[in-house]
Nanobody, 116 residues
């Protein structure tokens, strides 16, 4: 069993930055793929970024070059650094831990609002 606790988020002006953190319990963190997803009331949950156990990363086109996903296996934490934020980045952001094709864990979600 893996528990994910998210922190960070909040209100930021366009062009600003925020960092989300996701602290995971359990010993499988270092071998798991960590991801960040986001969802608005009008849209389905979408994948924002992932970082695999080997450190390779991938981003959705709309955030590539602005967001950075990272992980610190020593403290079982994943991060999403969000720069040059736009109003369309406003969403609830969810942390995901993918242990296998059949086993996924989710954080509780954090609201990110980009508005002047």
């Amino acid at each position: 069993q893996v528990q994910l606790v998210e922190s960070g988020g909040g209100l930021v002006q366009p062009g600003g930055s925020l960092t989300l953190s996701c602290a995971a319990s359990g010993r499988i963190f270092s071998s798991s793929t960590m991801g960040w997803y986001r969802q608005t009331p009008a849209e389905q949950r979408e994948l924002v970024a992932v970082i695999r156990g080997d450190g390779t990363t991938a981003y959705t086109d709309s955030v590539r070059g602005r967001f950075i996903i990272s992980r610190n296996n020593a403290v079982n934490t994943a991060f999403l650094q969000m720069n040059s934020l736009k109003p369309e980045d406003t969403a609830v952001y969810y942390c995901n831990c993918r242990v296998s094709d059949l086993i996924n864990y989710w954080g509780q979600g954090k609201q990110v609002t980009v508005s002047s």
